[in-house]
């Protein structure tokens, strides 16, 4: 079977995206645009008409050429030091000669640059520019028609210079007035139809921020203030809103101004700062709430969203810096494949991946509806991308060839896998054709239609692994640093530990638990879990995999592990409730987990990357040949009683062990190890 092109294909053709069938309405209407300058004028003229039939325009226009004859007549009088210049027959007429057509070249311009259509609430330097500029514009146009009409029509330099900077200053005041009135008078008049708020921060953005709430009449908040979160000179002023103290000092700064609300923009504390702070607002009976960040509000929607405090919001930590253009080499109009495109992280991935433009992006799984879903979220994006929704199981070989042999992956991102630990302890034999023999399935066909970067999505339970789902982890990384000694391809794993929010993780457990009043139910006090987010972790898996060489195992820095039963506790505290209002009962650990989980091997050293947030495993060497014999080994028995499987992988994997060391491991005491292997040393050079 041979590649088709997309352009040659009818039914890619009928899939064509958004941006092609734009690129063509755009050349349509260069094709049409008008050519010289008094066609533009007509084209805008035109396309400006149905607004200028308004009444409130009209409003708009009359009051204009109000002020266009004030500032021409003071401009006049000012010259000439007198209020009403009858003195002189000749400037008298002179005036009321040029005053009908000087207001028809301002009425003219001011028209045709829009500044008719609306009136300002917000005025910003952009606004002021645009004044300028069309003032300075009326004004060389005056001297230019003068110049043609003669020295009967002349007007005196210093009138027409007096004319423009008044027009200016005129203009900008009366329509700067509205803006002036909502954020230095309105607050005083309705203080009691709105509550006090204090911001957090002191940067430039923090300050414009809360010029824009305090100009945003539907919001419910007026600021009384700025907390600093670092080193700044309380008592000063950030756009003459006060500076009042330091976040450790928030209650009582908020008693002092009679504060009732705490506003806090995304991303401005860490995790570990801003849950201090909700307790502290607890404790003083203040409301926290924390507001979208900028970047975030670009989408066309220009309110500024207020939301309670999230649990994403505790454990933030700084965000990730992405090397685009390395990133951008290993996708760019390449084609691309996400196996378990539907779940959370295959999902996400999909979504990172369109920035970075490639050619193709192949969207595979075996759920129907998740992959329906997906694709239908990507569309909506209108990316350049060609998008190709695949249903398929990757355990199943003649499916993954026909699909290898169609589309020829440059990039495969391998993120689908069978990850609920207490339901694989049920499924073992499911657990290994999918985890393993799936994984291995993709590795043979990546080497064999040459791919050129393989990324495999491994976990924290693959090491020391007390699971069948962790085993079957463990056992694909094997094969996958076995197949990166013999391939062109780049074969790479990226291990991380637990995504915050993804399907069947624990906060949407506890959440519902909630909902329904309780218990919320916590295997043991002692356990604890690394947490990161899902756009995190996502983002990293791109990193890792524009910087492999092949044979690495990246693990992700995942920060500190969290205790299980303090997530909980946070998670009734953010739903308004007091902490001992849900009971939390402990149940004991699940078939297969562990109460810590670890990051690496005993025996791993771990070797510092180019980025701060990956850190490259120095492992055991495996031989392809010896990988493939325990695998085979394990192939014959996928249908046996669970029991024997077991056995065979305590005989096959010395790390495995279904007794926990619920120790802190080998994450917590550090990189200690043999001597790296070459083929993980090269993540020291990436």
């Known amino acids: 079977m041979t590649h088709t092109p997309e352009s040659n294909n009818p039914a890619s053709a009928r899939r064509r995206p958004a941006g092609e069938a734009f690129r063509a309405a755009w050349d349509a209407q ?83 640059l829009g ?157 570990s700062q801003l849950r201090q702070l909700m307790i502290a607002c607890q404790q003083a009976c203040l409301e926290l709430k924390i507001i979208r960040r900028l970047e975030d509000r670009l989408g066309g929607d220009d309110r500024i969203p207020i939301r309670d405090i999230e649990i994403s919001d505790l454990l933030r930590r700084a965000p990730v ?54 694709e239908r979220e990507l569309r909506a994006l209108r990316s350049m991308t060609s998008l190709c929704p695949a249903i398929a199981d990757v355990a199943d070989p003649a499916r993954m060839r026909q699909l290898f042999d169609s589309f020829r992956p440059d990039v495969v991102f391998h993120a689908a896998a069978h990850k609920h630990v207490p339901l694989m302890e049920l499924n073992v034999g499911e657990a290994l054709k999918n985890n393993v023999f799936g994984t291995k399935c993709l590795a043979d066909l990546a080497h064999e239609f040459k791919v050129r970067n393989f990324v495999f999505i491994s976990t924290d339970k693959a090491v020391h692994p007390t699971s069948i789902m962790g085993v079957s982890k463990h056992l694909a990384e094997r094969y996958v640093h076995a197949m990166s000694q013999v391939s062109a391809t780049k074969f790479t794993v990226v291990r991380f530990g637990n995504v915050l929010g993804s399907d069947g993780s624990v906060v949407p457990l506890f959440q ?48 500190e592990p969290i205790k299980i039963v303090d997530l909980a506790r946070d998670l009734i505290r953010l739903s308004g409730l007091p902490e001992d209002s849900i009971e939390i009962s402990f149940v004991g650990p699940r078939p297969g987990e562990k109460l810590y989980e670890e990051l690496y091997f005993h025996d791993e050293q771990t070797l510092a990357t180019s980025h701060p947030k990956l850190r490259a495993a120095c492992h055991r060497a495996y031989d392809l040949a010896e990988v493939c014999e325990t695998l085979s080994a394990l192939r014959e028995l996928i249908h046996a009683p669970e029991g024997v499987i077991r056995k065979k992988l305590h005989n096959l994997v010395r790390e495995y062990s279904e007794e926990a060391e619920n120790g802190q491991g080998s994450a917590a005491a550090g990189p200690t190890g043999p001597t790296p292997q070459p083929a993980a040393a090269k993540a020291s050079e990436a």
Not at 41 to 47: A, D, I, N, Y
Not at 335 to 348: F, K, L, P, R
Request: charged share 20%; hydrophobic share 50%.
């Open 512 to 559: 519902e638990q909630i909902r329904q009043g309780g218990p919320i139910t916590v295997t043991d006090p002692r356990m604890t879990r690394f947490f990161m987010t899902i756009p995190e972790a996502s983002q990293l898996v791109l990193q890792a995999a524009a910087m492999g060489r092949g044979g690495e195992i990246f693990v992700l820095e995942m920060g």
């Open 321 to 374: 810096q992405l090397d685009m253009e390395v990133i951008g080499q290993l996708v760019q109009e390449r084609v691309v494949m996400v196996t378990g495109a539907g779940g959370s992280i295959g999902g996400e991935i999909c979504r990172q991946l369109l920035a970075f433009k490639p050619r193709r992006l192949v969207l595979l799984g075996r759920g129907e509806n998740r992959i329906f879903k997906i």
């Open 115 to 271: 500044h008719f259509e609306g009136w300002w609430a917000y005025v910003t330097f952009a606004d002021l520019i645009a004044l300028v500029r069309t003032c300075v514009l009326a004004a060389f146009t005056i001297v230019a028609v003068e110049y043609f009409l003669g020295e009967r029509w002349y007007t005196p330099r210093y009138i027409l210079i007096m004319d423009c900077m008044g027009g200016i200053a005129v203009l900008g005041t009366l329509r700067g007035s509205w803006r002036i009135y909502h954020e230095q008078f309105w607050p005083m008049f309705h203080t009691g139809a709105h509550r006090r708020a204090l911001l957090v921060g002191t940067d430039l953005s923090t300050g414009l921020l809360a010029h824009q709430i305090q100009s945003a009449g539907e919001l419910p908040y007026r600021i009384r203030g700025l907390v600093a979160t670092e080193e700044a000179v309380v008592g000063s002023r950030l756009g003459q809103i006060p500076i009042l103290g330091k976040l450790e000092d928030i209650r009582d700064i908020a008693e002092g101004c009679q504060a009732t609300d705490i506003l806090v923009t995304a991303g401005t504390l860490p995790g």
């Open 30 to 112: 260069r094709a049409t645009r008008p050519d010289d300058l008094g066609q533009r004028v007509r084209h805008t003229v035109r396309r400006r008409a149905p607004h200028f039939v308004k009444a409130h325009v009209w409003l708009v226009a009359v009051a204009h050429l109000a002020v266009f004859a004030l500032v021409y007549y003071l401009a006049f009088a000012i010259r000439y030091e007198a209020w009403w210049f009858t003195n002189s027959k000749i400037n008298h007429q002179l005036f009321w000669t040029t005053l009908p057509w000087v207001l028809g070249i301002k009425f003219v311009l001011f028209l045709l």
